[in-house]
């Protein structure tokens, strides 16, 4: 039997102000998410007055070429996000 391992990477996702509609951010990363990655759960982390973050928790193959690289470069790049941070890295083994 062959073993399938994939990563869970919990990303923090910064929106550059409050205006930024979080649930339209969720759902634009969602879409520009490599092929092979899969957002499979979202929670919000307040930050500061009234500002939040967006804590996803993305699986992606275990031997993705530049590790957490490319996800971190795929959600930079979306308009409204400030910037991103890799909080956590877990080897999930099925």
Request: net charge negative; hydrophobic share 40%.
């Amino acid at each position: 039997m062959r073993h399938v391992t994939d990563i869970m990477a919990v990303v923090k996702v910064f929106p550059e102000g409050d205006e930024v509609n979080l649930d339209k951010l969720t759902e634009e990363i969602r879409d520009k998410l490599p092929q092979g990655y899969r957002l499979v759960r979202t929670d919000k982390e307040p930050i500061a007055y009234g500002l939040n973050a967006l804590v996803l928790f993305i699986t992606l193959p275990e031997q993705t070429e530049g590790g957490t690289n490319p996800l971190e470069d795929t959600i930079g790049t979306i308009q409204g996000v400030s910037h991103v941070e890799v909080v956590n890295v877990t080897r999930l083994g099925f």
